[in-house]
């Protein structure tokens, strides 16, 4: 999404003019989502004045979410994270990708899945939610298993607040690491059962309906655990799905 972007934060002047601009026009506004990329690594003094603003320009403000990188948020200390929580940051979406450490040093995340634990529990402790996201297929046929068992394991650790899994599908043109092996349709599917079966969580909202996913799934752990789990297993043994290939892809694929 960002290729060919360099990131860049915008100067403060700026952002609060875009900000006046959208009170005008929008001025009900109660919840506000800080794009594009990791806001979360700007200073504590400038996204405070930026959330402050936000405060001011919307009366109605209930709650502001962004991204966050895992560094980020450690680079924040827990008083300056319950500071800007007070001011209404709300959710900070994390990528996690992978629990495995090898997959995320080929695909060159710049993160350890240790360090986004400790970055998940430190905001939670602050009194954030955070919603965290892992890649189906990421780690491709070599390392489908531990890629699902790490995953799995990394996320019991962090026990976010919300939870989306997605599928990584390769664009055309853009290449994966080196001697990188696609999963087909069925082995996108048997590696999220193999995910959800290992996920021991409680009270964790858990999506896996985005448009990239051949089996759109919704629920609450570990309530709808057993139902999620009987949905993937009716379309594993459909036959419907693709064995070969990475199935249909997203029409703006």
Do not use: W
Not at 160 to 174: A, C, H, M
Not at 197 to 221: Q, Y
Not at 228 to 241: F, P, W, Y
């Amino acid at each position: 999404m960002y290729k060919g972007v360099r990131y860049e934060p915008k100067p403060l002047n700026t952002v609060s003019a875009e900000i006046a601009e959208a009170a005008r026009r929008f001025p009900d506004t109660r919840r506000v989502f800080l794009a594009d990329g990791d806001a979360m690594c700007l200073s504590f003094e400038t996204l405070k004045a930026i959330i402050e603003d936000l405060n001011g320009r919307f009366p109605r403000l209930s709650r502001v979410n962004t991204y966050a990188n895992g560094s980020s948020i450690l680079a924040k200390t827990a008083e300056e994270l319950r500071d800007l929580r007070e001011l209404k940051l709300n959710t900070l979406y994390l990528g996690l990708e992978s629990g495995d450490e090898e997959t995320l040093r080929m695909v060159s995340k710049g993160e350890t899945a240790t360090e986004m634990a400790r970055a998940v529990e430190k905001a939670q402790n602050s009194g954030f939610k955070c919603s965290v996201m892992a890649l189906l297929g990421i780690a491709g046929k070599q390392r489908s298993e531990q890629h699902a068992a790490e995953t799995a394991r990394i996320i019991n650790e962090m026990s976010p607040k919300l939870l989306s899994i997605l599928r990584f599908i390769e664009v055309p043109g853009i290449k994966m690491f080196d001697g990188y092996k696609p999963l087909s349709e069925m082995e996108a599917v048997t590696e999220l059962r193999a995910i959800i079966e290992r996920l021991e969580l409680d009270g964790t909202v858990f999506t896996a309906n985005h448009a990239s996913n051949p089996v759109p799934l919704k629920g609450r752990l570990p309530k709808d655990k057993k139902r999620l789990l009987e949905t993937v297993d009716a379309m594993i043994s459909s036959g419907t799905l693709d064995n070969q290939s990475p199935g249909p892809l997203p029409l703006y694929l």
